[in-house]
């Protein structure tokens, strides 16, 4: 059973919402930089042209060290967020009577 308050608390509203937010900026910036890292490197160009290129395994395996550590601060935005919006709700006083 859950407990609801019956007023509500604005600073912790606040708070959830800043979190939230905060978590929103992080996803943001994760986006941005998978985006930068992937058309920047050229990486993806490299392996689909056509003729002698240079070993595309090494340029390979640091994209996808990336990729693992961007998708590592995606969850972890994305826990933020969510995180946010749960103390954002209980900060919500009860509507019921």
């Known amino acids: 059973m859950q407990m609801r308050r019956s ?3 604005p600073s912790g509203k606040w708070m959830g919402l800043a979190v939230f937010l905060l978590g929103v900026v992080f996803l943001t910036i994760v ?3 998978a ?3 992937v ?3 050229g990486v993806l160009g490299r392996v689909a042209a056509a ?3 240079p070993e595309p395994g090494p340029a390979l395996v640091a994209l996808a060290i990336k990729g ?3 998708v ?3 969850v972890a935005g994305g826990a933020l967020a969510n995180r ?3 103390l954002y709700a209980a900060a919500r006083g009860s509507d019921e009577s």
């Open 31 to 33: 986006f941005i930089m």
């Open 51 to 53: 003729g002698p290129t």
């Open 39 to 41: 058309v920047a490197s």
């Open 7 to 9: 007023t509500d608390d």
């Open 35 to 37: 985006y930068r890292d």
């Open 72 to 74: 590592v601060m995606a």
């Open 68 to 70: 693992v550590l961007l």
């Open 84 to 86: 946010g919006i749960g």
